[in-house]
């Protein structure tokens, strides 16, 4: 379509029926990522970090937009470096002529999210200490635990610099 726009995130690699399409340059691809410590505790089935940007890297070569939604991001002890480590990695595989975006997504939690995942993985590590974040009201009529306006603001910081250095022509569109 003249006007039409397609915006998909993926965590998987089987695009190579994608490749050929002819797409214009309307339809973007979304590669979901995060470091390699968190997609190897909480993302079970999924391919990890290297093979991910891997296939960002083709479906860039294609010509399709790239963009990139890192979430969940946990900011616990170490996250700078780790976060870091994962920019740095993205940067040795895609092209250094792409300009992708970037959403940016800190880790969150109602209480009934903290419940079902307990009742589903009892002994899951994923953080979710109530007293370790503070509680936001919801414009649906619940709240959820989120990082501290501290945490959030250097994390902002620390996230935009990121980008800005090793994708100087990315773009963040929104860090929550």
């Not at 479906?59 to 700078?80: E, M, N, T």
Request: glycine share 6%; proline share 7%; with cysteine.
């Amino acid at each position: 379509q003249e006007f039409g726009r397609f915006r998909f995130v993926t965590k998987f690699t089987c695009v190579e029926p994608l490749l050929g399409l002819e797409h214009g340059g309307k339809t973007e691809f979304r590669f979901s990522v995060n470091t390699s410590e968190a997609i190897k505790l909480f993302e079970h089935g999924t391919p990890p970090l290297n093979a991910r940007l891997q296939t960002a890297a083709l479906v860039s070569a294609a010509g399709y937009p790239l963009g990139f939604l890192v979430a969940p991001i946990f900011l616990s002890p170490g996250w700078q470096e780790e976060y870091t480590t994962l920019f740095r990695e993205m940067a040795s595989i895609l092209p250094t002529t792409i300009s992708p975006t970037f959403e940016l997504i800190s880790h969150r939690f109602t209480a009934r999210a903290k419940t079902n995942i307990a009742s589903v993985f009892p002994a899951s590590s994923l953080p979710m200490e109530e007293a370790d974040r503070r509680y936001k009201y919801g414009q649906f009529g619940y709240g959820k635990y989120v990082y501290p306006l501290e945490d959030m603001k250097a994390a902002t910081s620390y996230f935009t610099t990121l980008v800005e250095q090793y994708f100087p022509t990315g773009k963040v569109l929104y860090f929550v």
